[in-house]
């Protein structure tokens, strides 16, 4: 009877410790996490092939892209962290001009970033006709 008290005891007693030591070893993600921590990115070195392809899935029809320029991933920060990010910028076949700051995680297109006008701000552009060949 008595071991049982402090079997029960013990058990009780190091259960918390169990889960708190899960959150000393990062278990889980925050809001905004992307996963990739802090850690240096690597430079996305296939990125001239890799945002048609993100681009393609990102928009509605991206049939009809013209005057499409592409500036060289630059290092930024986003949301607190060092991510490397490619500023595009091209012309609907309505006539909108659309601008989009591709955030790149794991030498990868992750997500679209914002505010362009401040994360893409000395942006040096270049054409990018590979754009303008999309397709649906």
Request: proline residues 10%.
């Amino acid at each position: 009877m008595i071991r049982r008290i402090v079997v029960s005891r013990l058990l009780f007693a190091a259960l918390p410790a169990v889960l708190l030591g899960g959150c000393a070893f990062g278990g889980g993600s925050s809001v905004g996490d992307d996963g990739a921590g802090d850690g240096p990115q690597p430079f996305p070195t296939n990125y001239r092939s890799d945002i048609p392809a993100f681009l393609r899935s990102y928009l509605n029809d991206p049939t009809g892209l013209h005057a499409a320029m592409q500036a060289d991933p630059m290092p930024r920060e986003v949301a607190g962290r060092t991510r490397y990010l490619s500023c595009v910028r091209f012309t609907m076949p309505s006539g909108k001009q659309q601008q989009l700051a591709i955030v790149h995680v794991g030498g990868r297109p992750d997500r679209v970033g914002g505010p362009f006008a401040e994360l893409c701000a000395g942006a040096v552009y270049a054409p990018f006709p590979e754009l303008e060949k999309l397709s649906r």
